[in-house]
Structure formats: C-alpha cells, structure tokens
C-alpha cells in the first residue's frame, strides 16, 4: 500500500474516523483517535502503529510525519494525504491538528500488574471527566507510576478529550479496567500501603506511613470516595484545606498525592 490523496468528507475511512467520536463506536471497533504529531510520533516509538495516518498537505515532508507513514503501511494501515477541511472534521476543530492518527485501545488485565515493578500506582473510583483522566494518565506517566486503574464505571479513557489531555501519555501508561468487588478482592493481595483520599479524614496526607508500592485511590469529582471503597484501605488522607474552597479538583489532587507518596 502507498500513500492516497483523499479530498471527499463522504470517503468511507473519512467518515469511520468521524465515528470514533462516539463511545459506542469505539467499543465497537476497539479503535480511537489521537491528534497532533507529538501525540502519533509517541505512540509510533512505544510500537503502537496507527490502523490509519491523516496528514495534511504541509505536514507531509516532516520527517517524523515520514516515519510515521512509514509504521503505518509496515503495519498494513491506511496512510491519507488529506485537506484541511476532513482534519477540520475529524477533530471537530476549526483548527486542526495536521496529523491524526487511529490507534487500537490496549487495556491492561487487572491480575497481570506487577505491584513490585512501581512505586506508586492510582487507583480511580467512577472518574467522570475525561479532561481528569487525561491529565492524571499524564501525571501517573511523569512519576513513572505503575498503572491507572480505573475502577467502576468511568468515563473512557480512550474519548479524543481524554487523550488530548494526556499528551501522549496514554501511550506509556497502562490503563486497567476493574468491577469494584473485582478491585476489592484484588486488592486483598497488595503488598504495599493502600491509601484512600477524604476529605472527612484526620490523617494529613505528609504524615501517612506510606509502604511501598503505594495504590492511591482517588474518588469520584461529585460524590468522592463511597464508605465501601473507603474501607478497603490501610489508610485515608487528607490534603489540609485552608482558605474558602472545600476540596480540590481531582486531577489536582491525584498529582500531591502521586508525589507524596514517590
Ligand atoms: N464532594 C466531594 C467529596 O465530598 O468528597 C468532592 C470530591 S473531590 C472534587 C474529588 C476527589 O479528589 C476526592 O474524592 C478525593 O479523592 C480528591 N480530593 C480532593 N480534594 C481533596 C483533599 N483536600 N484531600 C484529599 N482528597 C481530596
């Protein structure tokens, strides 16, 4: 296969990518869409090849455009020389990125972590917002954590927003999907400290004895953490509040807590 010019918004690939804005669809196809050329290149050098490269015109000549083609139809995907207006449509932004790469979703098997091989790991209890999730995919990635598990029903990690958000990250880091009697009965193995964040906790998170590997766990961005979940820790914490406002965001609060315990 060899690169193809593609000016059509009705061409049949054109319209597959615009599809994997819906949830539903990428469940179906187990395929989602990262944007901008620092976003495929990282993914091209962690060996993920895209399923389909779009690239505009001027991007064409880049050399990591070039390898980016290159992993793609060494892979057997499509490589598509597009104009600006099918990239406009694909990312459903009047300025696009001149790259999009489509990608197949890899999720880690819970019993396939190795607790020993971090630090640190987060755990994430029916994290709703995608821009949460993105940016904490990208702080566990920094801190060189183990895995992002997600824990209940979640938003996908794998949204366009969700992966925007972690600049590439989602690339680097395992993303785990868990039920929560699942997680529970897992978690019942962990070798290191289990620490709940809370706001209604009397333990400072500086002051927590913190055991390597360290499982933080994070609660939802309404609701927090449930007292079932909350129970299944060796300790829950809490970042001091000090001035008017009474929690802080979650991904905020995700990243003290990855560095507390680093
Ligand atoms: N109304 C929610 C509650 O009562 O927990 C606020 C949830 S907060 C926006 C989202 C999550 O961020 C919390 O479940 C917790 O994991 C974490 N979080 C936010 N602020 C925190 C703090 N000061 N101490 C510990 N965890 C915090």
């Not at 455009?65 to 598509?80: D, F, M, N, Q």
């Not at 406009?88 to 790259?99: C, E, G, I, L, T």
């Not at 620490?195 to 961005?221: C, F, K, Q, S």
Request: with cysteine; charged share 20%.
């Amino acid at each position: 296969m060899s690169v193809r010019a593609v000016t059509s918004l009705t061409n049949p690939t054109v319209k597959a990518v615009r599809a994997l804005h819906l949830r539903k669809e990428r469940e179906a196809t187990g395929l989602f869409v990262a944007e901008g050329l620092k976003n495929v290149t990282e993914g091209v050098e962690l060996g993920h090849a895209p399923t389909i490269l779009m690239f505009g015109k001027e991007a064409a000549a880049h050399p990591l455009t070039r390898k980016s083609i290159a992993a793609t139809l060494a892979a057997g995907g499509e490589a598509l020389e597009v104009t600006q207006e099918i990239l406009a449509k694909v990312s459903r932004r009047d300025n696009p990125q001149a790259v999009v790469g489509v990608f197949r979703q890899r999720f880690t098997p819970l019993e396939a972590l190795k607790p020993d091989s971090a630090d640190v790991w987060v755990a994430l209890h029916r994290v709703r917002d995608p821009g949460n999730l993105g940016t904490i995919v990208r702080t566990a990635d920094a801190a060189g954590c183990g895995a992002v598990i997600l824990v209940g029903e979640c938003c996908d990690p794998y949204s366009v927003e969700a992966v925007r958000a972690t600049m590439g990250s989602i690339f680097a880091t395992p993303i785990v999907r868990a039920g929560e009697a699942e997680f529970a009965d897992w978690r019942k193995a962990w070798p290191g400290s289990v620490v709940g964040t809370l706001l209604t906790a009397t333990t400072d998170h500086r002051g927590a004895d913190y055991v390597r590997p360290v499982l933080i766990l994070m609660g939802n961005e309404q609701q927090g953490l449930p007292p079932e979940m909350a129970a299944l820790t060796d300790v829950n914490v809490k970042i001091p509040m000090r001035g008017r406002a009474d929690s802080l965001n979650l991904s905020v609060a995700t990243g003290i807590m990855i560095y507390a315990a680093a």
